[in-house]
């Protein structure tokens, strides 16, 4: 079983094709042996275990970055389209989170603590199967985590608590009000990662961060245009206060999720996340769910959205870490700002909303500005994380992380060397 205490034992070797030095997958010398002899195999092998691992790593990162040979080279990888892709897919996993509890709202059935702690239950019992399966049973993986709990109720109660008030600022400001506050989370995210990670965000970052605000500021303008801003809120100071409240937590909650899951496996953060959500949020739901669960109707087509709700946000929860991952804490948020949009078509087509001509715009300008973000950057892209050292030296070698694809890119050229010396 690899153990968890190991930065390079997060990953698993696979097959994969090596020429893409991808980062889902690590290159092993078991790549090459099926198309030479067994002479030939047992130098690339010998090659491979002589290189201490921080050195395949700054050596693979030296060879990825002397790609960047053109202003557009990130734009041309794999990795920058599948994480744009996400992207949209995180997106429509919020786009159905808000059709389903809008259709539960309609029944008369508004339990959002509730809701939740589903949620919750299911990344557990998802996550934590694998979690000790990969660590090698409840000992092993306790006794290689129990330092870091302290620092996952954190996060848990930075989520549950964001996704709460930000709920509950819908009951009490306007749907307008409620949505511009959610750019505070994309300032918080980006001021918490300058300050405390030390990331240096470049100029075509900041044009494309604003240029999707801007593309976010012409929809809420078209719905204020239109007359579908929502209205007077019942008590909109109120309901503002609980959105920046909600806005802040969620962007707090962003850059320490992507802090973690640069440190540590998948399979521990979210099983961790979903314990502890599971107690926080049950302790919120006894306290202010408990009249609006006996209120509410319970009934066949309650049941499903409840069901539907709860399996968007688990591949919301899945994916996440992925983006994090490969992009950063703002391009996630960046890229959630296109949910709207496919709202708009949700509402367009469930509920008879009438779209306004500049929808399209706002779409346009969002893709622009996530697109932008990533000009002039290394064919690394954000992966390369600041606080994980030079050489990626503190980082997890997992899904997505610029340590596996440098690891990746670097095994392939000390076994192409192997080769090479061996015909010579």
């Not at 640069?262 to 953060?269: A, D, G, H, I, N």
Request: hydrophobic share 50%; with cysteine.
């Amino acid at each position: 079983m690899a153990n968890a205490t190991n930065p390079s034992s997060y990953y698993e070797p696979e097959m994969t094709q090596v020429k893409n030095y991808g980062t889902t997958t690590l290159v092993t010398a078991e790549h090459t042996t099926s198309n030479t002899s067994g002479a030939d195999a047992a130098p690339n092998n010998a090659i491979l275990n002589n290189i201490d691992e921080p050195d395949l790593v700054a050596l693979g990162i030296q060879k990825l970055e002397a790609q960047n040979v053109h202003w557009y080279s990130y734009l041309l990888t794999y990795d920058f389209w599948v994480v744009v892709l996400i992207g949209q897919i995180l997106s429509l996993c919020i786009t159905a989170t808000n059709t389903f509890s809008s259709f539960l709202s309609i029944q008369g059935t508004s339990i959002p603590a509730i809701q939740t702690i589903f949620v919750y239950a299911l990344i557990f019992l998802v996550y934590f199967p694998t979690a000790l399966y990969k660590t090698g049973g409840p000992k092993n993986f306790f006794k290689q985590t129990w330092r870091h709990i302290w620092k996952y109720i954190i996060l848990s109660f930075l989520d549950v608590e964001g996704n709460y008030f930000t709920v509950l600022a819908y009951r009490y400001t306007n749907l307008l009000s409620a949505q511009l506050l959610n750019f505070w989370s994309i300032v918080c995210v980006v001021v918490i990662s300058f300050a405390l990670l030390k990331v240096r965000y470049k100029w075509f970052q900041i044009g494309g961060i604003l240029i999707c605000c801007g593309g976010m500021g012409i929809l809420l303008a078209s719905d204020h245009i239109t007359g579908s801003n929502g209205g007077p809120g019942v008590n909109m100071l109120k309901g503002d206060l609980f959105g920046l409240l909600g806005a802040t937590l969620y962007g707090v909650s962003n850059v320490y999720e992507e802090w973690f899951v640069s440190k540590r496996p998948v399979y521990e953060v979210l099983s961790f996340l979903g314990f502890f959500g599971v107690i926080i949020n049950g302790v919120q739901a006894a306290i202010f769910d408990r009249q609006a669960a006996t209120d509410a109707t319970w009934n066949g087509p309650v049941a499903g959205w409840l069901v539907g709700y709860t399996f968007a946000m688990l591949i919301f929860y899945s994916l996440a870490p992925l983006i994090l991952r490969m992009g950063s804490a703002a391009f996630f948020d960046i890229s959630l700002l296109t949910a709207n949009f496919w709202g708009v078509i949700v509402g367009v087509k469930v509920f008879g909303y009438v779209i306004h001509f500049m929808y399209p715009i706002a779409f346009v300008c969002i893709i622009i500005g996530l697109v932008v973000y990533f000009l002039a950057g290394s064919v690394l892209g954000d992966s390369k994380k600041p606080w994980l050292g030079a050489d990626q030296s503190e980082g997890v070698a997992g899904m997505g992380t610029a340590k596996l694809k440098a690891l990746n890119a670097a095994r392939q050229q000390a076994l192409a060397d192997g080769e090479a010396g061996a015909r010579v």
